[in-house]
């Protein structure tokens, strides 16, 4: 069996899926270097992916669907005959009875819920943000806090805010204090006390009800100067990145045209909207919730930043492409500047990966 062969074999039966470009290159790379296929097993069975998945089988949790199963519908996708169950939230307070509901049925304390290694995923982002230059940073959602390590070694203060306690439990010493527990509408922090908040993945996962207040706390946090990095599944096409995410049922068609969040979520084999996700919108429905107040798109730094990394996003971390950069008017010259000459440098990161 060919080294290639061998290692899509191992990927599949561990972790249940094809390896990805980056992981195929790093590790038939080391068998070329003499590593033993045996090894390379070990590995794999010792990654946080592997072990997040094998606890994940063996821990349940309840189904949403028993809580109230007339909230649950059968939609067809669009140009498809096969209808998918999907969860139908029909009114604002459906949202309350959600977020409740994965709270209390502990959807985020469940193995797999996040990713504690360091990656290369990870090392890009905190490589985007060092961009920046950040006297002092906060991260939305900052699980264990890898991005919040990964920045220290590079002598960037930075903070973060988290829900789990099993996340925080992970973090690492060197940043376990700058971690924050609990909600950003309940956590005190001083107002302009960060010129960078950056938050990935984490937006979605508000609830819509409430997103007003958290987009407001955010600004009340950033320094005159100071930037909101932001990535959010979105949907549609935008100008800057394309499409990362198609409109997959005539209802989120209709939602953007409306200019309102989607009322039809994807759902996982338990029930709960797929990640956990609380907010599905398209891409002008979620650059209009970030600029209805001070902030404005920063679309050339954007621009810069997809320059230099989207041929790795597209390899190892695809919805990464939709990132979105925000600072207010009068826009900060110096900073966004700075950034974008930093971001038309080569990558330090992106050098050292097998593939990119």
Known sequence: MKDEEFLGRVYRELLGRDPDPLGLEFFADRLRNGTSRAEIVIQLAKSDEYVSLLLRRHTHIRDLRDDDPSRFVEVHPID??????????????????????????????????????????????????????????????????????????????????????????RAFDGIRDRIHFGDLLDIDLPPGSFDLVFGLDIFEHLNPNRLDQYFERVEELLTPDGVLLANVPAYGPDDVFGTVLPFLYDDWVEAARQRRPFRILDIDEDGYPVHGHLVWADTEWWEAQFTARSLRRARDVERAIHGRYDRFFDVAAPFRRSLYVFVREPRPAARLDHAIAQLRTPSPVLRALPVT
């Open 80 to 169: 498809c005959d096969v209808p998918a169950k999907c969860l139908h939230m029909a009114t604002a307070d459906d949202f309350d009875w959600l977020e409740e509901r994965i709270i209390a049925n502990g959807y985020y304390e469940r193995p797999g819920s996040w990713s504690f290694e360091i990656s290369p995923e990870k090392e890009v982002v905190a490589e985007i943000v060092a961009a920046f230059a950040p006297e002092r940073a906060l991260e939305l959602g900052c699980a264990n806090g890898v991005v919040l390590e990964l920045l220290r070694r590079s002598g960037i203060f930075a903070e973060g805010i988290d829900i789990s306690r099993m996340a925080i439990a």
